[in-house]
């Protein structure tokens, strides 16, 4: 089964070719970085805009790439949430129109069941049931797969999601956006051990996180420092909140691990890229003893492949939707409207 699928939840618009949930025909993947760069982040009205130019060139791209045609294509799939509501929206109507004139199959998919299943691009042998540790801008979550799906959230972030902490600190520290790879970078540099950041590990038992204090201690540092003139390293400060923020979330994946016995764990989106967390996460996993997986950093950002591997799956449990599919910004895991 070949299924074409879009994502343009946020500021990526890509469009891809998944056949049997597992193998990438192709995927094409149009960053609008460079655009929302100078304002420090994603200005939604201007992701809109460009989803609207891009995605015809990019579903265009993703056919060719593939060498099919629209006509070899058994499904369409889109991100119908969460995520921005007019740039969710450019998606969902394409795929309609593309869905109702092909009178083939439209699946919505879930962005964050969709940033999991890039594990199953990335391992084709790899089968529910795991743990995932979900970690992007949006979203830091530990979710139970227990099938294709059954997702089980364990614990979830009170506040900012481990990538908007990455972010928001790296706009203090001058360092740009996307914060996430320029802190990864700078921390490279610095000393991890040189400033105490909280480590915030919420009530005993809880799988819950909480990074707004962490980046409330960082601005702290920050503000002492410079109103007594004293000398700070951007480096340090990058390294020693990136090992605050990596190790809950090492120790949280670990602790979850063990309370529902699994034996495989799966790291999930954008902040999966950071080095330190795949570093760390491996160690613990071969001392705990669990298989650890994680996708290519270009699986682990936003992308219309791993929507599309999502996609099949949906399918194959009668989770096919109608045109009636709407864009749904705080959509839960699990759900479809
Ligand atoms: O999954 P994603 O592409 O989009 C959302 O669904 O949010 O994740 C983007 C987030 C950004 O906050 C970015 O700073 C973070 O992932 N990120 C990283 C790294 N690469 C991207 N965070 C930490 N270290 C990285 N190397
Ligand atoms: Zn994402």
Not at 77 to 106: D, E, F, H, R
Not at 220 to 243: R, T
Request: aromatic share 6%; with cysteine; hydrophobic share 45%.
């Amino acid at each position: 089964m070949k299924i074409l699928s879009i994502e343009t939840s946020c500021d990526e618009t890509s469009a891809a070719i998944v056949e049997n949930g597992r193998k990438i025909l192709s995927n094409r993947i149009y960053s609008q970085i460079d655009i929302h760069q100078k304002y420090g982040g994603v200005v939604p009205e201007i992701a809109s805009r460009n989803h609207v130019k891009k995605l015809p060139y990019i579903i265009d791209e993703a056919l060719a790439e593939s060498g099919l045609s629209l006509k070899e294509m058994d499904a369409i799939a889109v991100t119908n949430g969460p995520g921005l509501i007019g740039a969710l929206l450019i998606g969902l109507s394409t795929a309609k129109a593309m869905a109702y004139s092909l009178k083939i199959p439209l699946i919505g998919v879930h962005h964050i069941e969709g940033h999991i299943a890039a594990n199953f691009l990335e391992y084709p042998e790899l089968e529910p049931p795991f743990l995932t540790l979900v970690v992007s801008g949006g979203h830091s979550h530990l979710v139970m797969v227990r099938d294709y799906q059954t997702f089980e959230v364990l614990g979830k972030t009170r506040d900012d999601a481990a990538g908007e902490a990455f972010d928001k600190v790296s706009r203090v520290l001058g360092l740009g956006y996307p914060g996430g790879p320029a802190i990864d970078l700078a921390a490279q540099e610095g000393n991890a051990d040189a400033i105490a950041f909280p480590r915030v590990m919420l009530e005993k038992n809880s799988l819950d996180f909480s990074f707004s204090g962490l980046k409330s201690a960082v601005l702290n540092y920050l503000n002492h420092c410079k109103m007594k003139d004293i000398n700070y390293s951007i480096n340090d400060v990058a390294a020693s909140f990136q090992l605050a923020v990596v190790e809950v979330l090492v120790e949280k994946a670990m602790i979850a691990a063990k309370n529902v016995g699994v034996e495989k764990i799966a790291l999930a989106g954008g902040v999966s890229c950071n080095s330190l967390l795949r570093q760390k996460m491996a160690t613990a996993a071969l001392k705990h003893g669990y298989e650890l997986y994680f996708p290519k950093p270009i699986l682990c950002t936003d992308n219309a492949a791993m929507i599309g591997s999502m996609a099949y799956y949906n399918y194959l449990n009668g989770a096919v939707s109608d045109l009636n599919l709407n864009g749904i910004p705080g959509l839960k895991i699990g759900s479809r409207n």
